[in-house]
């Protein structure tokens, strides 16, 4: 099993900039694949992107395209989530998480197995 710890929630302004952070250890971080996830009150948790285990592939929800970049460093174990252009609709706690096969990729909330405690992001308007 890998665990995750998310830091780098808070506060934001609408219009202002977050980094989310994700650092991973027990298991080969670098051949898995990583995704950052959101849940908000009352919704299902979304996926909003993925990386490939090197770094070479990503994939974006359309909610976050645009504004929020996925990117790992494998020397460090972590992968990050640079959010721009914040909305009061990206309030929601934040999640990332490694799939349940290394070497692959997933759109599906399912495929996902080792899950952070989650970080708290809050939008004000």
């Known amino acids: 099993q890998v665990q995750l710890v998310e830091s780098g929630g808070g506060l934001a302004q609408a219009g202002g900039s977050l980094r989310l952070s994700c650092a991973a250890s027990?298991?080969?971080?670098?051949?898995?694949?990583m995704g950052w996830f959101r849940q908000a009150p009352g919704k299902e948790r979304e996926l909003l992107a993925y990386?490939?285990?090197?770094?070479?592939?990503?994939y974006y929800a359309d909610s976050v395209k645009g504004r929020f970049t996925i990117s790992r460093d494998n020397a460090k174990n972590t992968v990050y989530l640079q959010m721009n252009s914040l909305k009061f609709d990206d309030t929601a706690v934040y999640y990332c998480?490694?799939?349940?096969?290394?070497?692959?990729?997933?759109?599906?909330?399912?495929?996902?197995?080792?899950w952070g405690q989650g970080t708290q992001v809050t939008v004000s308007s």
């Open positions: 027990g298991r080969t971080f670098s051949s898995y694949a």
């Open positions: 990386i490939s285990w090197g770094g070479s592939r990503t």
């Open positions: 998480a490694a799939p349940l096969k290394s070497y692959y990729l997933s759109n599906y909330v399912a495929d996902f197995g080792s």
